[in-house]
């Protein structure tokens, strides 16, 4: 059973608008999460990460927002740029249980048009 | 810095063949990991090495074997490859297991016939 899910396999958004892109999970002890980047033949790339004691953080053009009675959180990229196109990972991890591993959603494809 | 280096970039095996990846990082991590990616999947944890010396299964070990020859280099090696183990291998380290951020190498796509 998934425990980190992105419903939207793609999303096209056009240069200069914002780009938001989903994750849901069902693992309640999940205390950090984290989206990475992949360019096609190329290995993931850590983006932005958040901990479960907050509800934001910002990075430049890149917020994520935490909601923990929804498990959801989001993406948001603004403004999109055409170099933003790439596959997008959201990561869970419950540092505190296990072996600390990230367990990672299945990915959606963002394609920024000029 | 080269960062995490991944050895062959690809390769065809038959079933049945045997191969060893190879992983190195040069950032001095004491962590490191092997996951494989399928198509319209994430990323799933193959085995992973907490520090040199140490290994323990992921969510998908079996068919797999690996190696901490030391704090650099971590080798994945399949037995007796079947074609269920066709897929992207992704390599990665971390400053400690409790470091959540993972730094992925570029992968190994590996076809099994």
């Known amino acids: 059973d998934q425990q980190v899910k992105q419903n939207s396999p793609s999303l096209s958004v056009q240069e200069g608008r914002i780009s938001i892109l989903n994750c849901d999970y069902t693992?309640?002890?999940?205390?950090?999460f984290l989206w990475y980047k992949k360019y096609p033949a190329e290995g993931p790339t850590f983006l932005i990460s958040?901990?479960?004691?907050?509800d934001k953080n910002e990075d430049g053009r890149f917020t994520v927002f935490l909601n923990k009675s929804a498990k959801h959180l989001s993406l948001h990229i603004v403004p999109s740029q055409p170099g933003d196109s790439a596959v997008y990972f959201c990561?869970?991890?419950?540092?505190?249980?296990?072996?600390?591993?990230?367990?990672f959603g299945k990915g959606t494809k963002l394609s920024v048009k000029p | 810095n080269a960062g995490v280096t991944q050895t062959p970039k690809f390769q065809v095996l038959k079933t049945g063949q045997s191969m060893t990846l190879q992983c190195a990082q040069d950032?001095?991590?004491?962590?490191m990991y092997w996951y494989r990616q399928d198509p319209g999947m994430g990323l799933r944890l193959i085995y992973y090495?907490?520090?040199?010396?140490?290994?323990d299964k992921g969510e998908v070990p079996n068919g797999y074997n690996v190696s901490r020859l030391n704090k650099r280099e971590f080798s994945l090696r399949l037995e007796s490859a079947a074609p269920s183990q066709t897929s992207v291998y992704f390599c990665?380290?971390?400053?400690?297991?409790?470091?959540?951020?993972?730094?992925f190498g570029p992968g190994t796509r590996l076809t099994v016939t």
């Open positions: 990665a380290s971390s400053e400690a297991l409790t470091s959540y951020e993972q730094y």
């Open positions: 090495s907490a520090s040199e010396g140490t290994t």
């Open positions: 958040i901990s479960s004691i907050k």
């Open positions: 990561a869970a991890s419950d540092y505190g249980g296990s072996q600390g591993n990230l367990i």
């Open positions: 693992n309640s002890m999940f205390d950090y």
């Open positions: 950032m001095n991590h004491n962590s």
